[in-house]
């Protein structure tokens, strides 16, 4: 896709992505991309069930923010471009290699506690689980070290849901980006 410089600063700044629905490319914001039941390119059902359930617990909100839409389309970006935390801490490219064995690990490490899928738990097991998740590994967890793991998602999740101009006004805090585009070039 070619694109514009202006198109590419006004987008940047209202905070949208490039989504698929239905075979089509769109530029949305991750919120939008979840309301529209955009196409995940990269994640599985499975892992956004897991995903968005895991998200949601670290940071009320960030399920309808559209934290799913959100990875899968970093992930299915260019790693020089993409906009998760991960890519700041030199862990090598391709992300999905970190995500999907975190995704995995969580189901599995829930399915031993609790017999059950994460997404499926209650919100007190989920809690609990990722409260453990933050200081140690659960039992029958099998991936990257969980509290990696929870540094990480946590900080994708307070970037997708405070990470844009209405985030920020949600929080009471003036949106001050150190360029901001002019409305007309």
């Not at 209650?122 to 039992?139: F, I, L």
């Not at 985030?167 to 009471?172: D, S």
């Amino acid at each position: 896709m070619t694109m514009a410089r202006r198109t590419f600063l006004n987008q940047v700044t209202a905070g949208t992505l490039w989504f698929q629905i239905a075979g089509v490319a769109q530029c949305l914001t991750p919120r939008a991309a979840r309301a529209a039941s955009a196409d995940f390119r990269v994640l599985s059902a499975t892992e956004v069930l897991a995903l968005e359930a895991l998200g949601e617990t670290l940071l009320p909100g960030a399920r309808e923010a559209g934290i799913a839409h959100f990875v899968d389309s970093q992930l299915a970006a260019d790693p020089a471009e993409s906009l998760l935390m991960i890519r700041y801490l030199d862990v090598p490219p391709p992300y999905v290699g970190f995500y999907r064995p975190v995704l995995a690990a969580l189901d599995a490490a829930a399915r031993a506690a609790h017999g059950q899928a994460f997404h499926e738990l209650g919100s007190g097991a989920a809690d609990a689980m990722v409260e453990q998740m933050s200081r140690a590994n659960p039992n029958g967890w099998q991936g990257p070290p969980a509290a990696f793991a929870y540094f990480v998602l946590r900080n994708d999740a307070v970037d997708v849901v405070y990470g844009t101009m209405e985030g920020f006004e949600k929080l009471g805090i003036p949106y001050m980006p150190h360029i901001v585009p002019p409305d007309k070039w």
